[in-house]
């Protein structure tokens, strides 16, 4: 895939960064010209882990640093987005952490509904209004991209809870777009399908 400068001299922020998709979006804002990538996650260690993909990062001349997250915790996602300060501030918001459940279906039992939705739409709004309230504060026509699914757009029996999240996250960037557009930050949702990950 061909570089571009796109990205340059943004601070890029990636949420659930560690691995999968989230480390992908990581890895390709240093090669569009980031300045910085913060990849922040709920643990260091999944898979690739979060510091090893800071690491690749800084490997292509780009700084980055690796936070650790709860992203269903609204001060969790406030730290986040105030080690942006460091780099001059947030540019771009990728709310990108998120759960499945091998409970999901039309008997999904409660708790593990809770802690889905906390993860999967909880996040994507706390994410969303930090970065947001940063980028007010410091006068950044920003942007915040929030990830959907194909699964919240056409939903599914076996991922009941799941297809109920994304589907919230699709609208939850709509209304944060309406809302936070006069300012000059765009919100955008990316639903991805399946992916080998």
Avoid: C, W
Wanted: hydrophobic content about 45%; proline content about 3%; overall charge neutral.
């Amino acid at each position: 895939m061909s570089k571009s400068n796109i990205l340059d001299g943004k601070v890029v922020i990636v949420t659930g960064a560690s691995s999968g998709i989230g480390r992908a979006i990581a890895i390709r804002a240093a090669d569009h010209g980031a300045k910085a990538v913060i990849v922040s996650d709920v643990i260091e260690a999944p898979r690739e882990g979060g510091e090893p993909t800071a690491s690749e990062i800084r490997k292509l001349g780009t700084q980055s640093v690796f936070v650790k997250a709860d992203v269903s915790r609204r001060a969790d996602n406030n730290a986040l987005v105030a080690a942006a300060e460091d780099f001059g501030g947030v540019d771009v918001m990728v709310a990108n952490a998120g759960i499945t459940l091998k409970t999901d279906g039309a008997e999904v039992p409660e708790d593990d509904y809770r802690r889905l939705m906390s993860v999967n739409l909880d996040g994507p709004l706390f994410g969303a209004q930090a970065a947001a309230r940063q980028m007010k504060a410091l006068n950044k026509r920003g942007s915040i991209v929030l990830m959907a699914s194909m699964g919240g757009i056409s939903g599914a029996g076996i991922t009941v809870a799941y297809s109920t999240s994304k589907g919230g996250v699709v609208l939850m960037a709509k209304s944060l777009a309406d809302a936070l557009g006069p300012d000059g930050i765009r919100v955008n949702a990316v639903a991805p399908g399946t992916i080998d990950t």
